[in-house]
Structure formats: structure tokens, C-alpha cells
């Protein structure tokens, strides 16, 4: 049983910066994904196994940046110029290979809340 645990949600103001962890033991294809009050999961970010590959949704490039330390098994979303429209519970998954189709994603963590207040 594969255990996703993300970390380092919270309250910012907007313009502010957040950085999300997930514990992610030995997984080869990550992403972010986030879901905000009725609306469905949607795309952030994925990275694939060695790290030099990556892609983002449009609404977040250029202020977000995933990454992933291997040797900590840990994978990151560093998040800039936070937005309110940015609010929503963030998800990390794993998927046998590099997509942005939440369908192809196998495992997934229990979500932290960020908060971006105007």
C-alpha cells in the first residue's frame, strides 16, 4: 500500500509564497493537482522520475515550481504570487507515467488546505 502524505498548507495573503511537500517513497511520475469548493480536481503541476522533466497548468506557470529531492523521496510545489483564485485543497499523486490526466494517476495523498486571502 502506497502512503502519499502532503504537508505545508495554510492561511497567506495573497502575493504571498507556500511550499508543499509530499512524502512519496520510490514513486517515478508525481503531480500536484488541487480542488476548490464545487468545482472538479484540476492539473497543476507534474514531474517525471529524474526531475528535468516538468509541466504546469497555464494558470499557475511561471509561479509555480515543482520539484523532487530523491534521496528524501520528497516531492515539492513551490508556490508564488499566490492568488485567491489559487485557494483550494492540493493533492499529490503518482502515476505509472508522466500525464496531466488525473485518470492515469494511481495514488493520491489526503490533501492540505491552502488559503489565499485577498
Known amino acids: 500500500q502506497v502512503q502519499l502524505v502532503e504537508s505545508g498548507g495554510g492561511l497567506v495573503q495573497a502575493g504571498g509564497s507556500l511550499r508543499l511537500s509530499c512524502a512519496a517513497p520510490g514513486l517515478a511520475f508525481m503531480g500536484w493537482f488541487r480542488q476548490a469548493p464545487g468545482k472538479e480536481r484540476e492539473f497543476v503541476a507534474a514531474?517525471?522520475?529524474?526531475?528535468?522533466?516538468?509541466n504546469y497548468a497555464d494558470s499557475v506557470k511561471g509561479r509555480f515550481t515543482i520539484s523532487r529531492d530523491n534521496a528524501k523521496n520528497t516531492v515539492y510545489l513551490q508556490m508564488n504570487s499566490l492568488k485567491p483564485e489559487d485557494t483550494a485543497v492540493y493533492y499529490c499523486?503518482?502515476?505509472?507515467?508522466?500525464?496531466?490526466?488525473?485518470?492515469?494517476?494511481?495514488?493520491w495523498g489526503q490533501g492540505t488546505q491552502v488559503t489565499v486571502s485577498s
Open positions: 514531474i517525471n522520475r529524474g526531475g528535468s522533466g516538468t
Open positions: 499523486a503518482a502515476a505509472r507515467f508522466f500525464s496531466t490526466d488525473k485518470g492515469v494517476y494511481d495514488y
